[in-house]
């Protein structure tokens, strides 16, 4: 039998459209574009570093005796020219007359005048120098500064100018002016002296805008627009406090002393520094006083020393304690002179230079004293430490008729009783051992009421203040510390 004949299988080709060989020529053209596109990024800068070093080391003619183009002066051009040519050109175009008065400044209202030179603003015109830095620019290739011009050239016009001033020397006449007239406004002021008051006048404020008028003038003589004036005005600033609101003060008006005992220095220190902190303050009509604003900040480089004052319900060195004796005479003083108390806080438990109601106490800058002049005179405050007291006068016009006296006196309101004692553990005191530290005490809440009479016969009762005293419970520390 004759062998079978092997059947050989073709493998079946897809048939290649003109389609996809014209995609297959676009995209190696395209990946041959983006090669080129490639090495140009890579080459641009090389090519350029060495185009412009070639035009730093190329071969030259030598320098032209003639003006390069592009460049002018006083806005002329003058390329193609020879420095005699451009000198002559620009002889006959500008106008270098300095003689006479260059500029005069004037106040809008008429009051000051000053006229100035051209001397005087440093202006002069030197054509022969603009006219030589003309024909010398870019010629030097050995400069380093030719590239520089050149390139100046390559992106377009230079100008010289012929005329220069001497703005340093303007802008000091323009000082001169702001000094003679410019006054900072003053508050009248009041002092006592010997006994006597004596009032400082107060100012009216004057002020120019010392920079616009020094761009004015600036403007003016770079525009060569010479012989013209330049105007400023004067604001005018009225004082807030004028001569009438320190004047009819009528003598105390209200005053008041506290006792206090010697032997704790710092204590005594710091009424001293709190009673200097006010003394010879000076309240204005409607003004609000302040006493934390005098005050603080509390600390030994204020004045202030170490000494007793309240701390969670008992008494502790802290700085500044026994200033409250000095707002708590203070705010009496302020009470007697019938003036508007706008912030007061009594103390956490009844101190003892004041009874309940009759003190007013301080604490860092959100428990203040204040209060607002509504007297319609100024209020001077004196205050001073006495070898037992702490003095408070309030000077200023009286505005209550003759015959009217006060009485102040308070009303007790309600008891309150403290919570259930507490224990602590402490560990400096050996185990087994109690101590108290600190001790029960009832709170209360008080009225403060002043009785108002004319010519001895009560006319008016009015509460003052509601106070109100906290409880304190008792704290017991138990020791844990090991006996020894």
Known sequence: MAPAKKRHRRKKRKRRTGLYHFNKIFARILLAFIAVLAAGCVLRRPIADRYY?????????PPSETISKGITIDHIDVSGLTYEEASEKIGSAVD??????????KSTDGTHTYSYTYQDFGIVFDIPAAARKAADFCKDTSSESWFREFKALEGGNVDFAVMSCNKAQIRSYINAIADEINVTAQDAGLKRVNGQFTVTPSKTGYAIDKEALLNNVYSLIDSRDFGKEVT????VTQPKHKDADVTGITGIIGTFSSPYTGGDANRIQNLRNGCAKINESVVYPNEEFSTNAHFNPCTEANGWASAGTIVNGKIEDSIG????QVSSALYMALLNAEVKITQRYNHSMKVGYADYGFDATL??????LRFVNDTGCAI?????????????NIYGKEIHNPGRTLRFYNKFIEERKPGEPITKNDPSLPEGTKKVDVTARNGCVYEL???I???GVLKDTVKVNTSTYLPRRQVTLVGTGTAE
Request: hydrophobic share 30%; aromatic share 14%; proline share 4%.
């Open 53 to 61: 070093q070639w035009l730093l080391e190329r071969p030259l003619p």
């Open 96 to 105: 270098t007359n300095t003689e006479g008065t260059v500029i005069t400044i």
């Open 232 to 235: 400023f005005e004067i604001k």
């Open 321 to 324: 304690g026994g200033m409250c």
């Open 363 to 368: 604490a860092g800058d959100y428990k203040d």
């Open 380 to 392: 001077y405050i004196e205050s001073y430490l006495t070898s037992s007291n702490v003095v408070v």
């Open 449 to 451: 009421y002043k009785e």
């Open 453 to 455: 009479y004319e010519n």
